[in-house]
């Protein structure tokens, strides 16, 4: 049993260029979810989905852009990759209506020179 | 405004000693987590508390939940070294479409 594997774990990008962060979960969680972590700060939510063909925005949503066409996979996008997306990304799912908590992947540490 | 707040932010103690770290939230919710969180690694779940007065205890950590008062402590007792990491708690607000939002979490190091 996986969990949720992000891929991949160390990026860096230029400015302006875009691309695809990877999460994959086996445990048929219906909640998958993206988060980054800034220093001295909490975890702030990207976007979400709670099923298939569901997505919705969280806090931070800008400059990201989500897909959810299967049950197992929730990648997120950079459109064009500015600084300020330096950041470590995580992929969290859960079981909704479980009573335990989010499963969180191993993280992406992104830089964007 | 949805908030979590956490404190304190960085606690420094000896090993064998007590303390609280506390978790306030804005409003009502239905769920509280706590996570741990090692250097340069992910989250772990270490506690899901879903109802007033809930207490839940993992070896030397206690979480407790007080909805009426909208806060929630994790304590630990007897610390050790292998405990330092950063703790989050994290909530579920009452039709928030399931957006967790986090504290800023507690750095705890433990000196032996």
């Known amino acids: 049993n996986a969990g949720v594997t992000q891929t991949p774990k160390f990026q860096v990008l230029k400015t302006g260029q875009s691309m695809t962060l990877q999460c994959a979960q086996d445990m048929n969680h219906e909640y998958m979810s993206w988060y980054r972590q800034d220093p001295g700060m909490g975890l702030r939510l990207i976007h979400y989905s709670v099923g298939a063909g569901i997505t919705d925005q969280g806090e931070v949503p800008n400059g990201y852009n989500v897909s959810r066409s299967t049950t197992e996979d929730f990648p997120l996008r950079l459109l064009s990759a500015a600084p300020s997306q330096t950041s470590v990304y995580f992929c969290?799912?859960?079981?909704?209506?479980?009573?335990?908590?989010?499963?969180f992947g191993s993280g992406t540490r992104l830089t964007v020179v | 405004e949805l908030k979590v707040e956490q404190n304190p932010l960085f606690l420094s103690m000896q090993e064998g000693k007590n303390y609280t770290i506390y978790c306030n939230y804005s409003t009502t919710s239905d769920r509280l987590y706590w996570y741990r969180q090692d250097p340069g690694k992910s989250l772990e779940s270490l506690f899901v508390?879903?109802?007033n007065g809930a207490v839940k205890q993992e070896g030397r950590l206690m979480a407790s939940l007080d909805t009426k008062a909208r806060l929630s402590t994790l304590h630990i007792t007897a610390a050790v070294h292998d405990l330092s990491a950063t703790y989050f708690c994290?909530?579920?607000?009452?039709?928030?479409?399931?957006?967790?939002?986090w504290g800023a979490g507690t750095k705890l190091i433990i000196k032996p």
């Open positions: 969290a799912s859960r079981l909704l209506g479980a009573n335990y908590g989010y499963t």
């Open positions: 994290a909530v579920d607000f009452q039709g928030g479409n399931y957006q967790l939002i």
């Open positions: 508390l879903l109802s």
